[in-house]
C-alpha cells in the first residue's frame, strides 16, 4: 500500500514504514491513524484499536506497508456498517404499537370466549353463535389506528421537511419528538471533516513559514491532512519548496512524536522538524522562550486547537537526541463547523 491507496478488504500488516491511514469513513475522526505492524493487540479490542490492520474503506494518506487479505466483502467491519444502516431500527412508538398490540389481542381473546360462553348457555346454533364472534371480531380490530397514526406522522415530517430535515423512516419523527438528549458524531456531520490552521504563535513569522512549507509532505491536495493544511495556509508554499531543496527527509516517527526534512540553504544543510512541543522541547537550545511557547500553547489547547511546533537548527548525521534547534513557532489547528451550524 502507498499513499493515495483506497484499502478494499481487511488486511493485517506485515511491514510498514510511517503508514498513516484516513479511517474518517469508519470512526469519523478527521486525523490520520498511525499503523505500526509491530503493534500488540488485545484479543477484545475494538475496531479502532487495531494498530496493526487496515480497514475496508479507508485511505492511505502517508507512508507505505506490505499485507495479507484476512476478510473480504460482507465479512468487513464497513460491510456491516451499510447493513446495519439498511434494517429500520424499533423505535418507542413501534415498541409501544407491538406492546399494545399484544395487551389488546389478550382481551380480545378473553371477551371471545366470555360471548362464546354466554352464547352456549344460552344455546344459541353453532352458526348463530359464530356470526356473533365474527361481528364482534370485525367490530373490535381498529381498522383507522395506522391510518391515524401515520398521518400524525406525515405530518411532523412536512414541518421537519421545511427546515430541510429528510425523513427516511417515518417512526423516527416520534423518536425524535421524544429525545430529551442528542448525542451526535462531531468530525465530518456538523464539521467540514477537514482541517485548518486557525492560530499561529511565531518568534519569527519568516522561518515559521519556511518550516511548514519544508517540513511538509503534502502534494497538491494528498497527504497527511495537518501538511494539507499547512500547504493552503501559506502563499509561498511552492516557491519556498523550490528555493530551498530537499537532501533528505525523515519521516514521521511514531515514537519521536516529529517528523523532520534536511534541506540546502546558502550552501548549509539545514534541519526543520515539526511535531509534538514536548518532543520538540527535548532538544530546542532557546530555553528562554519557553514560557512564552508554553502560554500560547496552553491558550490553543484551551479552545481546542490541535497544536504543533515548528523548530530549525543545524544538522548533523546523529541521531533526534543530538539534534540542536529553536523552537520559533506554535500552530493550531481546528476542524471548523460546517455553514449554519
Known amino acids: 500500500f502507498y499513499e ?14 510511517s503508514l498513516m491511514v484516513d479511517e474518517s469513513t469508519i470512526t469519523g475522526e478527521s486525523l490520520p491513524v498511525i499503523k505500526d505492524h ?17 480497514l475496508s474503506g479507508t485511505t492511505v494518506v502517508k507512508g507505505e506497508g506490505r499485507a495479507v487479505v484476512t476478510k473480504t466483502a460482507d465479512g468487513t467491519y ?51 353463535l ?31 421537511s421545511r427546515k430541510k430535515t429528510l425523513v427516511r423512516y417515518l417512526p423516527s419523527v416520534e423518536t425524535l419528538g421524544s429525545a430529551t438528549i442528542i448525542a451526535t458524531d462531531k468530525t465530518g456531520t456538523i464539521t467540514e471533516g477537514k482541517l ?3 492560530e499561529k504563535f511565531s518568534l519569527d513569522e519568516k522561518m515559521t513559514n519556511i518550516i511548514a512549507s519544508l517540513a511538509n509532505d503534502a502534494k497538491e491536495n494528498l497527504g497527511d491532512p495537518l501538511d494539507i493544511a499547512l500547504k493552503n495556509s501559506i502563499d509561498d508554499f511552492d516557491k519556498i519548496k523550490k528555493k530551498y531543496p530537499q537532501i533528505k527527509s525523515y519521516p514521521f516517527d511514531v515514537n519521536l512524536r516529529s517528523m523532520a526534512s534536511v534541506n540546502e540553504v546558502d550552501g548549509r544543510n ?11 522541547k527535548k532538544i530546542a537550545q532557546n530555553t528562554k522562550e519557553f514560557k512564552s511557547l508554553e502560554e500560547n500553547l496552553d491558550l490553543m489547547s484551551k479552545k481546542g486547537l490541535r497544536t504543533i511546533a515548528l523548530g530549525y537548527g543545524e ?7 543530538d539534534w540542536k534547534i529553536n523552537i520559533v513557532g506554535l ?10 451550524v
Not at 99 to 104: D, E, N, V
Open 270 to 280: 539545514k534541519l526543520f522538524i515539526k511535531g509534538a512541543y514536548e518532543s520538540l
Open 331 to 340: 500552530i493550531g489547528f481546528l476542524d471548523p463547523p460546517k455553514e449554519g
Open 38 to 54: 509491530k503493534a500488540k493487540i488485545s484479543k477484545d479490542a475494538l475496531v479502532y484499536e487495531l494498530k496493526n490492520t487496515l
Open 4 to 17: 493515495g491507496n483506497v484499502v478494499t478488504a481487511y488486511v493485517r500488516l506485515f511491514d510498514s514504514r
Open 130 to 160: 359464530a356470526y356473533i364472534l365474527i361481528a364482534e371480531l370485525v367490530s373490535a380490530l381498529p381498522e383507522g389506528l395506522p391510518i391515524v397514526v401515520t398521518s400524525v406522522l406525515v405530518v411532523g415530517a412536512r414541518k421537519l
Open 315 to 321: 544538522y548533523n548525521d546523529r541521531d533526534f537526541k
Open 196 to 198: 485548518i490552521v486557525k
Open 78 to 128: 464497513f460491510a456491516s456498517i451499510a447493513e446495519g444502516k439498511e434494517k429500520s431500527p424499533k423505535t418507542p412508538l413501534t415498541k409501544a404499537t407491538a406492546a399494545f398490540s399484544k395487551r389488546y389481542v389478550a382481551v380480545l381473546i378473553i371477551l371471545f370466549l366470555i360471548v362464546g360462553f354466554v352464547g352456549f348457555l344460552q344455546a344459541r346454533s353453532w352458526l348463530n
